[in-house]
Structures are given as structure tokens and as C-alpha cells.
């Protein structure tokens, strides 16, 4: 039986994957199966499960997104806002790995 082909990374697909977030509830997240990714604000699920598996070659189970609104702070006397950021937890099909240190495949 031929093994079905994985979809090859478009240019679109790191435009929707920003980066990994590595925090340490993100590094126990990883002990289920789920990696925390930064993704672009108007990512839908269909697309980051899409983009997660053309990248890394993987077989996503699950989406998850968490839209963080920008806190105000203040630097030196000085106010400011942080930016809103979008965060995808991605689940994994059983066996399936990514080693957000090695970088994408492309």
C-alpha cells in the first residue's frame, strides 16, 4: 500500500505558524501530546491544523486557541501596551513528536 503523501509547507503556512511558545505550563502540556505554538491573529483552527502538519509532518488530533489581550504597563514612569497575541495548543495524534528545537522542515 502507498503511504499517503503529507502536503509540502507553503509560503502561507509560516505566515499562520509564528513560533513556538515554550513556557513552563507549555512544557507540562507536553507530556499529553501538545505543543503551544504563536500563531497569526486571524489563524482559523482549520488553517493552524493545516500549516502544523505541513511544517513538521505530523498528524494533529486538536486545536485550541487562546487570544491574550495586551496588558498595560508601565517602563520607567512611562506607560505602554503589550501586544494581544494568539495562541494555538495543537494535540497530537498517539506516537507523534515535535522537537520545536530542531527548527521546521522546508
Given at each position: 500500500?502507498?503511504?499517503k ?5 507553503d ?12 513556557t513552563?505550563k507549555?512544557?507540562?502540556l507536553?507530556e499529553?501530546?501538545a ?5 497569526a ?6 488553517e493552524?491544523k493545516a ?6 509532518n505530523?498528524?494533529v488530533?486538536?486545536v485550541n486557541t487562546i487570544?491574550s489581550?495586551g ?12 501586544s ?5 495548543i ?12 530542531e527548527?521546521?522542515?522546508?
Amino acid at each position: 500500500m502507498a503511504k499517503k503523501q503529507q502536503a509540502a509547507p507553503d509560503a502561507r503556512h509560516y505566515d499562520i505558524v509564528l513560533a513556538p511558545h515554550i513556557t513552563e505550563k507549555s512544557t507540562m502540556l507536553s507530556e499529553s501530546n501538545a505543543v503551544v505554538f504563536k500563531v497569526a491573529p486571524k489563524a482559523t483552527k482549520p488553517e493552524i491544523k493545516a500549516a502544523v502538519e505541513a511544517l513538521f509532518n505530523v498528524k494533529v488530533t486538536n486545536v485550541n486557541t487562546i487570544v491574550s489581550k495586551g496588558k498595560s504597563k508601565k517602563w520607567q514612569g512611562r506607560p505602554y501596551q503589550r501586544s494581544d497575541m494568539k495562541k494555538a495548543i495543537v494535540t497530537l495524534a498517539e506516537g507523534q513528536t515535535i522537537d520545536i528545537t530542531e527548527g521546521v522542515r522546508g
